[in-house]
């Protein structure tokens, strides 16, 4: 029915006409082939750029008058030396309090403590530090680095303010329904000196190439079961 209604052709009218279309096509000429090359060159796949896996996806946060918070995303590098840590929901009335660990543990071999990064002694639970807190182009002085009796942990409360009086916590705070700025995300702090950090906020997303990028990471607690962090 298909061949009457020359919907298909017979089989041998088919095999004769691709028999004709291979003597007339199989012999090949590249001359021109050759030409194109000669002219225009091969084409490449474009290698992405050296480094591209350290540079991470940051949050740079806007404060508007009305303290309402635009986020823009912006690519930043990856520093040697810098330490990453997962904030998980954060903790205190303004979600602005971190907490840090004496030490650490991954694959049953004890790590270093991610409150070691600052300068602190873990075994030395009588000292509170007092850092600042370079975010956005703006500086947050006085956060606290303390030992939590109650909760036998250390903890950084990120509570600075600039000396203008704009607060870290406007950016820390649930507002409007929203998450905090630091709740579910990564924070980035890069040593500037004993007592000044650089703070960058990271998607979580890009976890996975923080821990690729680092020469050393854990999870905090003697069972290796707190927040994730590690040094780039």
Do not use: C
């Amino acid at each position: 029915m298909l061949i009457e209604n020359k919907i298909v052709l017979p089989e041998a009218v088919g095999r004769a006409k691709s028999n004709k279309i291979n003597q007339e096509f199989g012999q090949k000429d590249f001359t021109k082939n050759n030409e194109l090359l000669e002219t225009f060159g091969k084409i490449k796949p474009k290698r992405p750029p050296k480094g591209f896996k350290k540079v991470v996806r940051k949050e740079e946060l806007i404060v508007e008058p009305d303290e309402n918070i635009n986020v823009v995303y912006e690519a930043t590098p990856l520093v040697a030396g810098s330490m990453w840590i997962e904030t998980g929901r954060m903790t205190g009335g303004s979600r602005n309090i971190l907490d840090l660990s004496k030490s650490g543990k991954r694959d049953g071999v004890k790590k270093f403590g991610s409150v070691s990064f600052f300068g602190v002694d873990p075994d030395n639970t009588a000292v509170t530090k007092h850092i600042d807190i370079h975010l956005g182009g703006l500086i947050y002085i006085d956060n606290p680095i303390f030992y939590a009796e109650d909760n036998s942990n250390w903890r950084i409360q990120l509570k600075g303010e600039t000396v203008d009086g704009k607060k870290l916590t406007t950016i820390s705070k649930p507002h409007l329904g929203q998450n905090g700025g630091f709740v579910d995300k990564v924070l980035l702090f890069t040593k500037t000196d004993d007592t000044n950090f650089k703070l960058e906020i990271i998607d979580s997303d890009d976890m996975d190439k923080l821990i690729e990028n680092s020469s050393d990471w854990a999870k905090g607690g003697k069972g290796g079961n707190g927040r994730a962090y590690g040094i780039i």
